[in-house]
């Protein structure tokens, strides 16, 4: 069976989404130009062969006859699929997300979970970071995502780690001691997770904390972060306070959340010393700025969406992220994409409208789509499956009209997804 893109530049035609290709094994890919994000090139046509949800050869186009099911792209360009390294499943992006997780029960919080995880999947977003969600909905959620094959693959956090009362403390992952910390990294482990997320600072949605301060204990983020690693665990660090940002480089975590270098008097103070070393270090920074983005225009006109009096400054601190991307830009430090989906409004195919972003503020259209594509994959540690078009690697792959690194914004409207080969009908296919 062969399946043709219109020659307009259309979508799938929409007998052939009805009839929902999901499930359809795809085999050959015709007529692709490959998108290769590290070395820039989209080289001249090929024939993508997949086989048992990997990505099999990559031949010159018409060099062997098609076998199986074929999907003709005709010209039209395929990169490896999206990556978002900062969502937070649980959480609906609608206009109350805490009210309604708040009103939700355990199932429905997990169905709502699969419903994100679908979401981004047709947006091109093959693979997701989950940044923080209830302890006790870890191994449901796994569960629950790992029934459904047209999701989002996720990588798990399980619920962040905070001080007593600390940033998302309501997700269950309140530490004192060491041992607390040991038990809840070990418990997280059994369940499925393979990040640590550490909330280092507070957050706008936590009152009683300041995005302005370092609020963990130093010397159980240390240990936090070996006790991590001794499962082989990676992790993540919430920090908006340069203060946290400087105790977790130190510390040897292996992303920063947000960076977004808040002096103790809560304004934005660049650092580029503390850029550098995050850079040397081989820290990755991701930026999640179409969420700030979001979040700062509701609250200028009026809307309450954040819960934090003592975050006095929010919409300042929101701001200075999309400014801080260039300065990340300049320090030479890792970028790699999340936009931080969950809260409201902030929903959870968003990732080409964060790449748009990093364009703007002043990255090579390359440069953002190594963001979310082959840099994601090495810092969450799945480039031995993701991330690039390469034989033996998952076929998770976008499809889009045009060169998308020579114009970012083809992602937005992807021709079609694939997710270990399978073809999932996407949302500009309806
Ligand atoms: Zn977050």
């Known amino acids: 069976?062969?399946?043709?893109?219109?020659?307009?530049?259309?979508?799938?035609?929409?007998?052939?989404?009805?009839?929902?290709?999901?499930?359809?094994?795809?085999?050959?890919?015709?007529?692709?130009?490959?998108?290769?994000?590290?070395?820039?090139?989209?080289?001249?046509?090929?024939?993508?062969?997949?086989?048992?949800?990997?990505?099999?050869?990559?031949?010159?186009?018409?060099?062997?006859?098609?076998?199986?099911?074929?999907?003709?792209?005709?010209?039209?360009?395929?990169?490896?699929?999206?990556?978002?390294?900062?969502?937070?499943?649980?959480?609906?992006?609608?206009?109350?997300?805490?009210?309604?997780?708040?009103?939700?029960?355990d199932e429905q919080i997990v169905a709502q979970i699969v419903a994100n995880a679908r979401i981004a999947l047709r947006a091109g977003t093959t693979t997701v970071r989950d940044c923080g969600t209830p302890r006790h909905l870890l191994a449901p959620m796994r569960a629950a995502l790992g029934m459904a094959?047209?999701?989002?693959?996720?990588?798990?956090?399980?619920?962040?780690?905070?001080?007593?009362?600390?940033?998302?403390?309501?997700?269950?992952?309140?530490?004192?001691?060491?041992?607390?910390v040991e038990t809840i990294i070990a418990e997280q482990h059994a369940a499925g997770a393979s990040w640590i997320k550490l909330m280092a600072s507070g957050g706008g949605f936590t009152p009683g904390t300041s995005p302005a301060v370092f609020e963990f204990d130093p010397t159980l983020l240390r240990e936090a972060v070996v006790i991590a690693g001794s499962y082989g665990m990676r992790t993540a660090a919430h920090?908006?306070?340069?203060?946290?940002?400087?105790?977790?480089?130190?510390?040897?975590?292996?992303?920063?959340?947000?960076?977004?270098?808040?002096?103790?008097?809560?304004?934005?103070?660049?650092?580029?010393?503390?850029?550098?070393?995050?850079?040397?270090?081989?820290?990755?920074?991701?930026?999640?700025?179409i969420s700030a983005d979001i979040v700062s225009r509701q609250l200028r006109e009026g809307h309450q969406v954040l819960s934090n009096p003592q975050d006095r400054n929010a919409v300042a601190r929101l701001e200075s992220r999309f400014t801080n991307v260039t300065r990340f830009l300049h320090s030479g430090v890792s970028i790699v994409a999340g936009t931080d989906a969950g809260p409201a409004h902030v929903t959870f195919d968003l990732i080409a409208s964060e790449l748009e972003r990093y364009v703007d503020a002043g990255l090579a259209a390359q440069h953002a789509l190594k963001s979310a594509t082959c840099e994601a994959a090495d810092m969450l540690g799945l480039e031995a499956q993701v991330g690039r078009i390469r034989p033996g690697l998952w076929a998770d792959l976008i499809v889009t009209a045009a060169d998308p690194m020579q114009d970012i914004s083809t992602l937005a409207t992807p021709l079609g997804v694939l997710k270990r080969g399978l073809l999932i009908a996407n949302k500009y296919a309806q």
């Open 149 to 180: 094959s047209d999701v989002a693959t996720v990588v798990h956090c399980g619920a962040p780690i905070c001080r007593v009362g600390g940033h998302g403390h309501d997700l269950g992952g309140e530490v004192r001691t060491r041992h607390d």
């Open 1 to 105: 069976m062969t399946i043709t893109f219109d020659v307009t530049d259309r979508p799938l035609p929409s007998s052939v989404s009805r009839a929902a290709r999901i499930g359809d094994d795809v085999t050959v890919l015709l007529n692709a130009h490959v998108v290769d994000p590290e070395s820039g090139t989209s080289g001249s046509l090929s024939d993508v062969w997949l086989q048992a949800g990997q990505i099999s050869r990559i031949t010159p186009a018409g060099s062997e006859p098609g076998m199986g099911s074929v999907l003709d792209l005709k010209g039209r360009f395929v990169a490896p699929g999206l990556m978002d390294a900062h969502v937070h499943l649980a959480f609906d992006g609608g206009d109350d997300p805490k009210g309604t997780y708040q009103g939700s029960s």
């Open 239 to 289: 920090a908006h306070a340069s203060s946290s940002m400087a105790a977790c480089i130190e510390a040897g975590v292996h992303s920063l959340e947000h960076a977004s270098m808040l002096g103790p008097d809560e304004q934005c103070a660049p650092d580029r010393d503390l850029l550098r070393r995050a850079a040397d270090a081989g820290i990755h920074i991701v930026p999640t700025v």
